[in-house]
């Protein structure tokens, strides 16, 4: 495990968590003071009222799903990213307990094209290529409700939405109360010939409390989990060196998924020790009965530690292996090992919201945020172990990344009719790297050489308005449009000539804006039946992680790997819904279709042999989703669903044998089954099962799909919860994930059987 220095920013969030503590203690003597006077007391029991409709809600544009209190309590494990574990046609890449991770949404994710909010502010990272959300900035304790929405049907959201949203809405606290959780778990983790037990821990502590108008929330929260292996040293049988080597044992054997031929695996990368920190604190204000601002800090650090890189090759003496060629099956082999490494992270959001939401008239809110990630450093050795790991030449990445956010938006309800929603929507995006060449790979100061660095920044302004026009109880129309003005500027790459100069080429500045127009029919023939049709137009503008990062030809001067002139993605949208309530519960079956013009993705272009970021002309990705859930008695609930997917790329003169194949890295099966039993009032279980059928990696499709290190297998995953409540404060969960211990790769592998204990105290 690993031993940080403890932010002062952190230092202070948990002082005045301690105030808090200290002021709920002082209120339970005062409730002793009155309990000791003559005078008979009446206790009242706790009434509380809370508006249950989403934050800002406009009534559903197309498919939507609504998690509420009651399924975050149940579903919840180790993360927050759990609550998503179940829903269909959701994918969340989520490889090990705690883990930021990608959320996938009806096959488009990968690449900007769902968006994950909490109160109107963006959680997803589109300054990484990985678009990633720190799951860790939301605890469960603090969330109202989350609601899903499919596709790109609302004038509310941008073109990033291509795939859906997930929109989390926090509640304020009512009154004064406070929740200390601590969990521990733990997995058996065995691959190729690495085996280790591989533990997590986590404390969570939140203290809210309501003073007249004033309300305040915190939250501190400790994460610390050693990660399986993620990547493997490997060779297939006709990667063959010239010369001879060392006889060497040890090694092992699978099948390579992309090319079906036989392959060695001589090491891998090692366990990761990973410890992050998250502090929050906001604060609120009632200004009248419907109106309310706020403001709220968080801060977070991440630090990661790699140190135990392994190789599975030993001499004739059963010495390691670490350099130079081996002889294995009277073949030789050169291999190559991941060095130790070291990573520190950390950042910043600052939030200021608005809220004014009468029973009736103008509601509006007003949200703005600055998501400031100063920190994002790794220090990497050069050399060969295990002497690196006494130090030696190395390098470091250093970067910088963030977001502003400023949304207004306001509705009101107009001749009974007419739900109309409107307002405007502000973002800047930036980013900012570099990376040396260092003498002594653990002391960041040790630089030597510059090797190359990029910055650039992204802004778009949007106009939207929306109106959804119910003719009768059976008729609706809604129309919307949003108008988006977007810009790529500052942007610039780094690098290095052969005489060892540093050159610097500006990246030209580019501009665009559109128009999305959006349009729903709802028919409902009695209150059971609806049918909806919904239809969009989406754009959804390259990121600064697709513009602007890559590098400079030392010989040349030119930039490559790189492609500041991506097209904007275009997609029109289908969807038609059919949705039956039945007793307890409902039925949905829905069509889809997104037709995606300038599909960004990374490619080899087969006449410039560049690797990076690129339009596919054309791509199509449709399906079918079928949703079921019901309630059968007091005791038992259970629910379904299953989506088939056909992602097709249709056009693609970068890559012609694309044409016609499955877009790679998506599953076409996602299925999700759970059963939740409550034999008595205190006690819980949940049962659930998880499917995702094998992805093709290559973009011709010619891979053999074999399981393995670097493919995309198929998995049924089954797991299980029992959750129970003490009295009014206790609760204990125990939960096993991967029941039957399936060895899952999606490219890296995913966690083995996971057991989880968590023991939650609140008040």
């Known amino acids: 495990m690993i031993t940080i ?16 503590l200290m002021l709920t203690a002082g209120g339970d003597l005062r409730a002793e003071e009155i309990a000791e006077t003559d005078k ?92 990633n959300v720190n799951w860790s900035q939301i605890a469960p304790e603090e969330i109202d409700n989350v609601e899903v929405v499919y596709g790109p049907f609302s004038a509310l959201y941008s073109g990033n939405t291509m795939g859906g949203a997930v929109a989390i809405t926090t509640k304020d606290p009512e009154k004064r109360e406070m929740s200390v959780t601590a969990g521990y778990g733990f997995q058996n983790y065995s691959m190729y010939n690495y085996s280790e037990t591989l533990p997590y821990s986590k404390i969570n502590v939140t203290y809210g409390d309501r003073i007249g108008r004033f309300h305040i929330f915190g939250l501190l929260n400790r994460f610390d989990v050693d990660v399986q292996p993620y990547t493997y040293s490997t060779k297939t049988e006709s990667s063959t060196s010239s010369g001879t080597g060392e006889p060497a044992t040890g090694w092992d054997v699978d099948t390579d998924p992309l090319t079906g031929e036989k392959r060695y695996i001589f090491g891998d990368q090692g366990e990761r020790e990973r410890l992050k920190y998250m502090g929050k604190l906001r604060f609120g204000f009632d200004l009248n009965e419907f109106t309310t601002i706020s403001a709220e800090y968080r801060h977070w650090t991440e630090d990661e530690e790699m140190y135990h890189s392994d190789t599975y090759l030993r001499d004739s003496q059963g010495n390691p292996i670490w350099s130079g060629n081996v002889e294995v099956d009277g073949q030789t082999y050169n291999p190559s090992y991941s060095g130790p490494r070291e990573s520190e992270a950390a950042g910043d959001v600052y939030q200021l919201a608005f809220k004014r939401e009468p029973e009736e008239g103008l509601k509006t809110r007003v949200t703005a945020a600055y998501v400031d990630n100063y920190k994002d450093q790794t220090l990497r050795s050069s050399g060969t172990m295990p002497e690196a790991l006494d130090g030696g030449e190395g390098k470091v990445s250093d970067a910088s990344t963030g977001w502003y956010n400023i949304d207004w938006q306001s509705s009101i309800t107009m001749f009974e009719q007419h739900e109309i929603a409107g307002g405007f929507h502000y973002d800047q995006y930036f980013t900012d790297s570099e990376s040396w060449k260092l003498s002594e790979w653990k002391d960041e100061d040790s630089k030597t050489e510059f090797s190359s660095g990029s910055d650039g920044k992204t802004k778009c302004y949007a106009l939207f308005l929306q109106d959804e026009w119910t003719f009768s109880d059976k008729y609706s129309l809604y129309v919307g449009g949003r108008h988006e003005w977007w810009e790529g500027y500052d942007a610039s790459l780094s690098g290095v000539d052969d005489s060892g100069n540093i050159i610097t080429r500006d990246i030209e ?38 513009l602007f990062y890559g590098s400079i030809d030392s010989s040349t001067g030119y930039t490559t790997k790189t492609n500041p002139d991506l097209k904007t993605e275009k997609t029109f949208a289908k969807d038609i819904s059919i949705t039956r309530t039945i007793d307890g519960g409902s039925v949905r079956l829905s069509l889809f279709e997104n037709d995606v013009d300038d599909y960004i993705y990374r490619q080899t272009n087969i006449d410039t042999q560049v690797n990076y970021y690129q339009n596919i002309e054309k791509v199509r990705i449709r399906g079918v989703e079928f949703d079921i859930s019901k309630r059968f008695t007091r005791y038992f609930k259970s629910s379904f669903n299953v989506t088939f997917l056909e992602p097709k790329i249709r056009e693609n003169s970068g890559y012609p044998d694309s044409e016609g194949k499955i ?30 059928s094998t992805a093709y990696s290559e973009l011709d499709n010619s891979d053999e799909r074999e399981d393995g290190y670097g493919g995309y297998n198929g998995s049924l995953i089954l797991d299980a919860k029992v959750a129970y409540q003490f009295n009014r404060n206790w609760r204990l969960s125990l939960a096993v994930d991967n029941i039957t211990d399936e060895e899952v790769f999606w490219y890296h592998p995913y966690n083995q059987r996971m057991y989880s204990f968590e023991l939650k105290w609140s008040y």
Do not use: C
């Not at 202070?12 to 808090?20: F, K, T």
């Not at 934050?55 to 993360?79: H, N, P, Y």
């Not at 209150?527 to 754009?539: E, G, M, N, T, V």
């Open 509 to 546: 500045e580019r501009d665009e804006n559109h128009f999305s127009p959006k349009l729903a029919f709802t028919y409902r023939p009695n209150p059971k039946w609806s049918l909806r049709l919904s239809l969009a137009q989406a754009y959804r503008f390259p990121t600064t992680a697709e």
């Open 5 to 20: 220095q403890k932010s002062s920013k952190l230092y202070w969030i948990s002082v005045l968590l301690v105030i808090g």
């Open 663 to 692: 877009v790679p890295s998506v599953a076409q099966w996602i299925g999700n089954l759970t059963l939740e039993f409550t034999p008595m009032e205190k006690l819980s279980v949940l049962l659930g099962g998880r499917y995702r």
């Open 40 to 131: 008979p007391v009446k206790k009242l029991e706790d009434i509380m009222v809370t508006d249950k409709r989403p934050e800002g809600e406009v009534k559903a544009t197309g498919v939507e799903k609504i998690i509420d209190q009651e399924d975050l309590e149940i579903k919840q494990v180790t993360s927050t990213s759990d609550i998503l574990k179940y829903v269909p046609s959701i994918d969340v890449t989520s490889r090990e307990p705690g883990a930021s991770g990608r959320v996938t949404i009806r096959g488009l994710g990968r690449g900007a094209r769902s968006v994950t909010l909490s109160d109107g502010i963006v959680m997803t990272d589109f300054t990484s290529s990985g678009n």
